[in-house]
């Protein structure tokens, strides 16, 4: 089997690392002569990757279409709109009976554009991958990035259900391999839902952490402030350093979500904050046990 990845950044790397170790290197899950091939715009990421032994063949943007007509499962590792502007360019370019997915951290704009984009002669899967960190690049990624971590996989969309019935089946198979795939890379656990709920969840999971981590940097005022820090800051502000290009689409794509996050966000800081100033001292004690048990609670999930 030959994997290809698009964009050799630190998913799409980590990505190749995950299969180089757990997949090729080891023989494991049926599949036979294991190989991977990458295409980047940034000839170093490519260089490095072959040099480490991570990939097999490089490709240029000029040779897309070479390496996706070779490829038996894609992973698109590109930011939102550029996966959906990949779609459609090279919709036609994949190879016969391939498997193509994307990592994008939302998806109702690629679900929404399904048809356009979901090759006539392979099977398209959105997913995404939930495993991130501040750091970016080929150079930040590593294999075990994604041990014991989630893996969202979007449910079927409608229109491939008016398909013949070998391309539905063919599409059953090659979610199938897709799960048995992820779980070789090191995923624990595989989550399957629709577009909307993932924008929704992932808006308050991911999308308002980031927010709130942005928004505590910026409130601090002071450079030195670390010095006393007992480890709450640092773990809540960890990821406020971030890839601002990338985070900017996503905020913007997801703003309706969001945006209402935001607000409900807002509003609980508020209720803090009158209970501290009428020093409400039976409020706010109850008001903090009843979140330390819904914390606790989560943690049973």
Known sequence: MIFGIVGLGIMGGSIAKAIRSNIANKHSGGLSDVKIYALDENNDSLCAALNQGVIDKSFSPAQTKEMLGLCDFVFICLYPNATLDFLKECKSDFKDGSTVT??????????????????????????????????????????????????????????????????????????????????????????????????????????????????????????????????????????????APLWTELFLSNKEKLLKHIDTFKNHLDDIEKLIECNDAKGLESYLQDVRNKRIEMQRN
């Open 102 to 243: 994307d990592i994008s951290g939302v998806k109702q704009n690629l679900s929404k554009n399904y048809e356009k984009i979901c090759p006539s002669n392979a099977y398209l899967i959105l997913a995404h991958p939930m495993a991130g960190g501040e750091k970016e690049g080929f150079a930040a990624s590593k294999s075990e990035y994604f041990k014991n971590h989630n893996y969202i996989i979007i449910k079927k969309h409608a229109s491939i259900l008016s398909k013949p019935i070998s391309y539905q089946n063919g599409y059953d198979d090659a979610e199938k391999q897709f799960e048995t795939i992820i779980k070789m890379m090191g995923f624990s656990r595989i989550t399957k839902t629709d577009s909307d709920t993932h924008d929704n969840k992932i808006g308050f999971t991911s999308q308002l952490c980031h927010v709130v981590a942005s928004a505590m940097v910026e409130s601090a005022g002071d450079s030195a402030i670390t010095s006393f820090g007992g480890g709450s800051f640092e773990d809540l502000t960890r990821i406020a350093m971030i890839n």
